[in-house]
């Protein structure tokens, strides 16, 4: 199908109908449309039942072409073989339908997947999955989990697979990413990545893009739009299967080496889209993406600051792995910390180690002192502060915590020159400093501040970002 | 780009049914796309060298022409340093003696490369991708140390230098332990005729499966393309 499609009724549906959900029972159909209410969905929305007047409170109608008008986005949870029929009667009331059954190509049935594509097509509507999970949409109020929140925000996500989908929003949510949409795309027998792609970079809504992707059948055509897009909008790909050995029998030294790594690789290179291995590697660099503005001077330098000795030397190792340098600070900068006369035990060389007696003085507020000398110091990018909760916790001034992090949010400068800021809260899981520790990480990311639980994550987070600054910058 | 696809095409029409082409001809279709190869003559087999180096200039190299053998130095079917005709006819009596075993079409004597670092450019189509353009440090090693960087056609000069970049030898040819830096923009150029747009991947990959240059020698005076496979697709012919 060449012809243009408008997404906007799939990524912000503005009337939805459901197949499958029961009069009595309840199954994941009568989730999504508790989740509808719960959610607050403003548009119409329509139950599709054979009997019942209504389901779960909403009207039911015996079948998709009975609908009232032409709904934007279906959710259909009915067995695999049920489906193409009930589709190819849908006398164009859909625009796009989500078929969530398993049982198509991934289970050997591919004749009974084309039909379903055609059956699609034969009823003038769109196709996503089958063999996924839902849609989530913050703007429309749809969502395809129960009790994540509705908050919209500026990450678009694609994911091949739907119970990683539903991991994405839910780890996603807790570590600060606010989404704009997520779309589960299962076997992408109708549209895929390729045909996704173009419109999220086209959504304003979205400012950062991320893919989980297994499959990608036009890889070419995907490969060709993100290239044209050049990276203005930041694109993460967590590719899975990429070690699969290259099961293509070869006649060249070269054919032996082109495996999926390597091609994903070269498409990361030629596009700026970032490529991370791991889930938490995925949703660190999206934070960091969601909460950072890309420097036009690629980043490099950073300065690290915060309480523990050993914690220091190896945070200084993990960011010069990353691919940064810690440099000495110049002489004005030190000048000034040193003026501060920080008691013995603390260091103001790069990185600057606090022992927690030291952010003691003045009830925590010396942190943004500290700062305020490091983050007017000419030629730093980066300015990571770290903080180990249960050892400043510990003392009886319950304000020292927080007086840090505010001085410090307060000390970071102003204006499109000044260093990223991240915050590292490390915490020894007890559950009362983990709960303090999402209390300031919600701060910390109202003012923008992306929070990370170890400086390695931070460290490789950053380096997420500087290599998109360094394709946007070489462009 | 100044290639002549025309001649490339006929070249490769002309070997329709077989797996690979002759190395002579995958240097031929090489060099319609500007790669610089090696001057070069093919003698049959059990035909005299007589005046057939006539024009070319020693050293030499003697390479078997055999569709069955696969890496010919493998098999000791490549002599290198042969001062002239005489050492050419002398090399061909003995490979043929240790090669007996193999149906040998001929015998493939070229001018031998100035020595420099070895480089390998290849090229794959990828079912999802399409046409993609590989470099690395090459030899018969490439697949050991796998220094190799790989980009989907057509790459840009800016992704070539990229690559090259990425590879962790390539030191090797900036001028690594007091050796004389080569020329990185030929080698540049090489990718380019090769993997960019205009270039032998992007005009040919509805008839080459598979490509390997290596190894490429590169001098501090250009590139030469000293062994070339083009694998043809199978749905071809």
Known sequence: MVETVDFAPLFQPRSVAVVGASASAGGI?????????????AGPVY??????????????????????????????????????????AAAGRVRFVQVIASGFAEAGEAALEADLVAACHEGGMRLLGPNCLGLYSARAGVSFISGVRMEAGGVGVLSQSGGLGADILRRGQMRGLRFSSLVTMGNAADLGP???????????????????????????????????????????????????????????????????????????????????????RF????????????????????????????????????????????????DEALAQLEALKLPPGSSVANPIDTPAGTLRQERGAIGGRILAAV????????????????????????????????GALEARGAGAGRPHFILVLRSDGELSIEAEKQRYRATALSLGVPVFDELSDAADALACLAAHERFRHGA | MDADIAKARALIEASAGRVALSEDDAKEVLACFGLRVPRRVVIGFGEPVGLALDGLEGPFVLKVVAPSILHKSDVGG???????????????????????????????????????????????VDPGFGPNVMVGLGGVLVELFEDVCFGICPITPGDAQRMLDSLRGVRLLRGWRG??????????????????????????????????????IVSTRGVMAVDARIVLRGDHG
């Open chain 2, 179 to 216: 050796a004389a830096a080569v020329d990185e923009a030929a080698v540049i150029e090489a990718m380019l005729r090769i993997g960019g747009e205009g270039g032998l991947m992007m005009a040919l990959s509805d008839l080459v499966a598979e490509l390997d240059v290596n190894p490429l």
């Open chain 2, 78 to 124: 490549v002599t290198l340093g042969l001062g002239d005709a005489g050492a050419v006819a002398d090399a061909i009596d003995e490979m043929a003696r240790r090669l007996s075993g193999h149906a040998i079409d001929g015998w493939l004597v070229e001018e031998m490369a100035q020595a420099g670092p070895e480089i390998v450019i290849g090229a794959t």
């Open chain 1, 194 to 280: 390729a045909d996704l792609l173009q419109p999220l970079l086209d959504d304003a809504d979205t400012q950062v893009i991320g893919l989980y992707l297994e499959d990608v059948k036009q890889g070419r055509r995907f490969f060709e739009i993100l290239r044209a897009a050049g990276a203005r909008k930041p694109v993460v790909v967590l590719k899975g299967g990429r070690t699969e050995a290259g099961a293509r029998a070869s006649a060249s030294h070269t054919g032996a080496l082109a495996q999926d790594d390597r091609l994903w690789q070269a498409l990361a290179r030629q596009t700026g889209a970032v490529l991370v291995d791991t889930l938490n």
């Open chain 1, 29 to 41: 159909a009568n989730n999504f449309l508790r989740n509808l209410r719960e959610d607050g969905f």
């Open chain 1, 47 to 88: 139950a599709v039942h054979p009997t019942a007047a209504s389901v779960e409170g909403w009207p039911a109608y015996p079948t998709l072409a009975a609908l009232p008008e032409t709904v934007d986005y279906a959710y259909v949870s009915v067995a695999a073989g049920r489906t193409p029929d009930l589709l190819r």
């Open chain 1, 283 to 330: 949703l660190d660099a999206l934070l960091a993406f969601q909460c950072l503005t890309p420097r036009a001077r690629p980043s490099e330098n950073v300065v690290l600051f915060g309480n523990g000795g050993g914690t220091s030397v190896l945070a200084s190792d993990a960011f010069s792995r990353a691919g940064f340098a810690v440099p000495k600070l110049e």
């Open chain 1, 375 to 406: 983050a007017a110091a000419p030629g730093i990018d980066a300015v990571v502060m770290h903080l180990n909760m249960p050892v400043i916790l510990a003392y009886s001034d319950p304000d020292i915590l927080p007086n840090l992090i505010r």
